[in-house]
């Protein structure tokens, strides 16, 4: 699932050079409406997603001045990643294009075990940057209507050598009602800490909000990305 630097940085160009609004959006967390899903798969859902193969069109609400092809695709076998193992990765693209123009994008691995669940960090097919988690916490079994909490803090570098910091994302989850059929599962996060070279490198202080709906089966299915840069908020929703 998506990490904000990646889809950060591919919108963060296309945002400072266009003038653009919108709304926020909001984390607060409401009990379930009667007939609504209430509790769905937490860790098993999160890594069926993530060693399945996903291809998104998403396009930015309300203006539809932007459209973003985003897509997952797990790679065969394991690996080892900054000396964790075995690690399982999954390439992922992101390309952002507007009013028909591309205008970002890029190509990120990431790592993460699977049994339990514990995402490792990320490379970009660029070199820069290279995210490391220096912090995880187990990831719920469960998801719960009401639920929140945190998942990892990545420190990004400028490279694999790890001897420059670029940045600090930190990551929480919140679980919202969505339907009688699913429920709203949210990854929050937040992009902060960026240093001269994180600037040099195309990273700004941002959040990102991926959103996936998740069934009482544990399938779970992107609904919606939203970043923030400098204060302007851009949607993106599948469909």
């Given at each position: 699932?998506?990490?904000?630097?990646?889809?950060?940085v591919?919108?963060?160009?296309?945002?400072?050079?266009?003038?653009?609004?919108?709304?926020?959006?909001?984390?607060?967390?409401?009990?379930?409406?009667?007939?609504?899903?209430?509790s769905?798969?937490?860790?098993?859902?999160?890594v069926?997603?993530?060693?399945?193969?996903?291809q998104y069109?998403?396009?930015?609400?309300?203006?539809?001045m932007?459209?973003?092809?985003?897509?997952?695709?797990?790679?065969?076998?394991?690996?080892?990643?900054?000396?964790?193992?075995?690690?399982?990765?999954?390439?992922?693209?992101?390309?952002?294009?507007s009013?028909?123009?591309?205008?970002g994008?890029?190509?990120?691995?990431?790592?993460?075990?699977?049994?339990?669940?514990?995402?490792?960090?990320?490379?970009?097919?660029a070199?820069?940057p290279?995210?490391?988690?220096?912090?995880?916490?187990?990831?719920?079994?469960?998801?719960?209507?009401?639920?929140?909490?945190?998942?990892?803090?990545?420190?990004l570098y400028?490279?694999?050598?790890?001897?420059?910091?670029?940045?600090?994302?930190t990551v929480?989850?919140?679980?919202?009602?969505?339907?009688?059929?699913?429920?709203?599962?949210?990854?929050?996060?937040?992009?902060?800490?960026?240093?001269?070279?994180?600037?040099?490198?195309?990273?700004?202080?941002?959040?990102?909000?991926?959103?996936?709906?998740?069934?009482?089966?544990?399938?779970?299915?992107?609904?919606?990305i939203?970043?923030?840069?400098?204060?302007?908020?851009?949607?993106?929703?599948?469909g």
């Amino acid at each position: 699932m998506s990490r904000s630097w990646i889809t950060a940085v591919s919108l963060a160009t296309a945002i400072l050079s266009s003038s653009c609004g919108g709304g926020g959006y909001g984390t607060s967390i409401a009990q379930p409406p009667p007939g609504n899903l209430s509790s769905a798969p937490g860790e098993t859902a999160l890594v069926s997603y993530l060693q399945t193969s996903h291809q998104y069109m998403l396009n930015e609400q309300p203006s539809g001045m932007y459209t973003l092809q985003f897509s997952s695709v797990p790679n065969a076998g394991t690996t080892m990643f900054n000396g964790m193992g075995p690690a399982y990765s999954v390439v992922e693209t992101v390309t952002v294009d507007s009013n028909g123009m591309p205008v970002g994008g890029g190509t990120t691995t990431l790592y993460f075990l699977a049994n339990p669940y514990a995402p490792l960090g990320a490379a970009s097919t660029a070199g820069t940057p290279y995210g490391v988690v220096s912090a995880t916490t187990p990831f719920p079994a469960t998801l719960n209507v009401g639920a929140s909490g945190p998942v990892d803090t990545e420190t990004l570098y400028h490279d694999a050598s790890m001897t420059t910091m670029d940045a600090t994302v930190t990551v929480t989850y919140t679980v919202t009602a969505n339907d009688s059929a699913t429920l709203l599962f949210c990854l929050d996060s937040s992009t902060s800490d960026v240093t001269a070279q994180g600037t040099a490198d195309g990273l700004q202080a941002a959040s990102e909000t991926d959103c996936y709906t998740v069934d009482a089966a544990g399938n779970a299915a992107l609904d919606s990305i939203t970043v923030t840069v400098k204060g302007m908020p851009l949607k993106f929703v599948v469909g």
